[in-house]
């Protein structure tokens, strides 16, 4: 069974606390918040005062995803969010082993994302120190956009680097997933579903996060 984590990028910012609680009360296992800088990727999403309101009304970890140029300054402050998982980009940390460092020493778990056109190979010699890896099934910036699917078979690779290795690092997945992608990356590997527009968008988003676990 995955872990659901969707992504509040999708919900109604009018009613954010109306949403969370929805998600209090539904299978999710995790919330995943995008932060967007308008300098790693081409959009601006929300920063701290607004993570901060969703964590006051979150009764679940948050897994925070850092689409920001320069992240490593920011590990205090995610933590004092009270964040489960802090997601950077291996696109955006010439020094990555320190910043994953960093983010284990002030107590989160270590994920490192990489983009559509990254390379599992890159993590051959940092895959031991992480706690996490998240593939981009989409170029980051924005949610409703379509699947690409040679993440599928890039998830299957990152599979066989982690058990090869022998590492831990959980699988995430982030972009077009609903439970048609969804359960070609479970059945390729991936431990964590993101999940936007699909949860937001379906009739009932608690039976759609439903569908997402069982899968
Ligand atoms: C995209 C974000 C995603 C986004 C996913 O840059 O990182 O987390 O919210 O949205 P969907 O599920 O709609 O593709
Ligand atoms: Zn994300």
Redesign the pocket.
Known sequence: MPLVSP?L??ADFGHLAQDIEMLNSSEADWY?L?VMDGVF?PNISFGFPVMQAMANHARKPLDV?L?IERPEKFVDQVKALGSHVMNVHYEACPHLHRVVQQIKNAGMLAGVTLNPHTPVAVLEDIIDDLDLVML?S?N??????KFIEHSVEKTARLRELIDRRQAKALIEI????NVHTGAKLVKAGADVL?????VFSAPDPAAEILALKNL
């Open positions: 992504s990028l999708s995943h995008d990727v995803h689409m981009m989409v980051p910036g924005f949610g409703g956009q982030d972009g077009g997933v993101v999940a936007g527009s699909a």
